[in-house]
Nanobody
Framework: VQLQASGGGLVQAGDSLRLSCTVFALDRAMGWFRQAPGKERDFVAVISRRGSVTSYSDSVKGRFTISRDNAKSMVYLQMNTLKPEDTAVYYC?????????????????????WGQGTQVTVSS
């Protein structure tokens, strides 16, 4: 299983970015996590395998939107109104197999596959 995240960059506070994650041959809930220097990897957003369930961390709720296009094997994270505290390496991840199509875990231990991160830097 290969996951490839892209779309990071250097932006100013208030700007927007869209991260993309390519998923190969996978029918799993997909999540985005982020890790700032010296900090643990934290949950950002998750979407169930058919896109019917989403969940967000409190820090990004209302600013970030997760979506997926299973026909294109892509997962996206639209990030609006970015803040300097959003600066981190962002990782996409595929959850462990689960029988429910509504499964959308928020804990990183529920994820089996991780992509390489993409750096997002927000300047003030």
């Amino acid at each position: 299983v290969q996951l490839q995240a892209s779309g990071g960059g250097l932006v100013q506070a208030g700007d927007s970015l869209r991260l993309s994650c390519t998923v190969f041959a996978l029918d799993r809930a997909m999540g985005w996590f982020r890790q700032a220097p010296g900090k643990e990897r934290d949950f950002v957003a998750v979407i169930s395998r058919r896109g019917s369930v989403t969940s967000y961390s409190d820090s990004v709720k209302g600013r970030f939107t997760i979506s997926r296009d299973n026909a294109k094997s892509m997962v996206y994270l639209q990030m609006n109104t970015l803040k300097p505290e959003d600066t981190a390496v962002y990782y996409c991840a595929a959850a462990r197999a689960h029988p429910s199509s509504f499964y959308a875990p928020v804990d990183k231990t529920s994820y089996a596959y991780w992509g390489q991160g993409t750096q997002v830097t927000v300047s003030s």
